[in-house]
């Protein structure tokens, strides 16, 4: 695993980036409680995860959340579980950190 940084137990956590459509069910979600926004994070943290950093976009996506876990079974829990509700459809990507990429590439030209 690709660490970012390591958790408050001293666990090494990985971050991860997810890309979120909101469903038609999920703006009359939002409209009706924008701040549910912030009560889906504390339920990401119930679940394993933390979210680092959290924007609404204009485009193709309507937010990035920047989110770190333990592991990759972590934050498969936490998309799966959120896009069941109907309310967004979630692309997850594995985040790496440029020097840990750097490295890795470094290692495999010096074979």
Request: glycine share 10%; proline share 2%.
């Amino acid at each position: 695993m690709l660490a970012s940084e390591y958790g408050t137990e001293g666990d090494v956590m990985a971050t991860y980036v997810l890309l979120t459509r909101v469903t038609a069910a999920g703006v009359k979600t939002l409209q009706a409680n924008p701040r549910r926004i912030k009560e889906v994070n504390k339920e990401i943290e119930a679940l394993g995860a933390r979210v680092v950093a959290q924007y609404a976009t204009l485009g193709r996506y309507d937010f990035v959340n920047i989110v770190e876990a333990k592991d990759s079974e972590t934050i498969a829990r936490v998309s799966v579980g959120l896009g069941a509700r109907g309310t967004v459809q979630i692309e997850t990507l594995s985040a790496i950190p440029i020097e840990g990429f750097i490295r890795s590439i470094g290692r495999k030209s010096a074979r």
